[in-house]
C-alpha cells in the first residue's frame, strides 16, 4: 500500500531534495527562495554564525562559478521533527577561480554532512561540514605525474 506523504518529516525531506536538485541545476533565485528571510548558516571556520539569504547565495555562488558542472548526490538523508540530517557527495570540474586558487580544469570529488532545521515551508537554518582540506588539496596540489 502506497503511503501519502502527509508528515512534517517526509515533508522536509522531499523539500531538502528539490533544494539540492535546484542548487545542481544552478537556480540560485529558486534557492533563496527556499530559504526564510532571516536564514542562518554555521560554517566551519567562523566562530559565530552568518545570517541572512544573499550570504548564503554568496557561497553557493562562488561554488557554482568555482565548479559550473557540480553534481549533487545525496547519499542518506533523514528527518527527525524540523530537522533533517544529509550525507552528500559533490562532484565537478574546476573551471573557474575558487578560494582564490585559478581554474586548474581537475576533476574534485568531496563529501559534506548537513543538517537543516525547517520552518514551515522554508529552510531556516543550515549547519554544514564540507571536506574542504579534501577539495583544497584536490585543486592545489601539483598534478600527479607518472613515473
Known sequence: ????MDT?????????RT??????RGDLDACVEM????FIANVPGVPDPLYGRETWRLGAQ?????FPDLQINV????????????????RGTHRG????????????SFRSIEIYRI?????????VAPDMISLMQQISSPPATDQ
Open 1 to 4: 500500500m502506497a503511503t501519502k
Open 8 to 16: 512534517t518529516v517526509d515533508k522536509n525531506l522531499a523539500r531538502l
Open 19 to 24: 533544494a539540492y536538485a535546484t542548487l545542481e
Open 35 to 38: 530559504l526564510t528571510e532571516n
Open 62 to 66: 562562488a561554488m557554482l562559478e568555482g
Open 75 to 90: 547519499e542518506d538523508m533523514f528527518g527527525v521533527d524540523d530537522n533533517v540530517a544529509v550525507r552528500v557527495h559533490f
Open 97 to 108: 577561480d575558487f578560494q582564490g586558487v585559478a581554474a586548474t580544469d581537475r576533476q574534485v
Open 119 to 127: 520552518d514551515g515551508d522554508k529552510i531556516a537554518e543550515e549547519w
